[in-house]
């Protein structure tokens, strides 16, 4: 029961701070590379589409354990700590004001679409 109890600790970490990271993103002061490495973590937590599918057992959830957590640590340690507090504000700020789920339809729609494109982007050099 205690490991159950601390994965849902993480997964509640874990979006915090993915949502937190969309704020960063958006905050002008922001450098270039934690911004690309932020909006990668953001579109990969969002995303439908997972480098090693769910259905296969144990792996297929180890990339969200493994890969996610490391992706948001690095974009955290290059931004500047002073915009990670205020990007945590803003998140909090913006989930005490609505009960909407941070991505709806037309948000899953757009991480579908961004895929797409990074797939045709890439198949025409290969």
Do not use: H
């Not at 590379?33 to 057992?57: E, H, M, N, Q, R």
């Not at 992706?71 to 955290?76: Q, R, S, Y």
């Not at 998140?91 to 991480?111: D, H, M, P, S, V």
């Amino acid at each position: 029961m205690k490991v159950f109890k601390k994965l849902k600790a993480l997964v509640v970490t874990l979006k915090q701070d993915v949502l937190m990271l969309w704020f960063a993103i958006k905050n002008p002061a922001t450098p270039l590379a934690p911004k690309l490495i932020s909006g990668f973590a953001v579109a990969y937590a969002l995303s439908p589409i997972d480098l090693i599918p769910d259905f296969i057992p144990v792996l297929g959830y180890l990339d969200e354990l493994v890969i996610l957590p490391v992706l948001i640590w690095l974009a955290i340690r290059f931004i500047p700590a002073a915009i990670i507090a205020q990007a945590r504000v803003e998140a909090e700020n913006w989930r005490a004001q609505t009960n909407q789920k941070f991505l709806g339809y037309l948000g899953a729609a757009l991480i579908v679409l961004i895929w797409i494109v990074v797939v045709v982007w890439i198949s025409r050099f290969f």
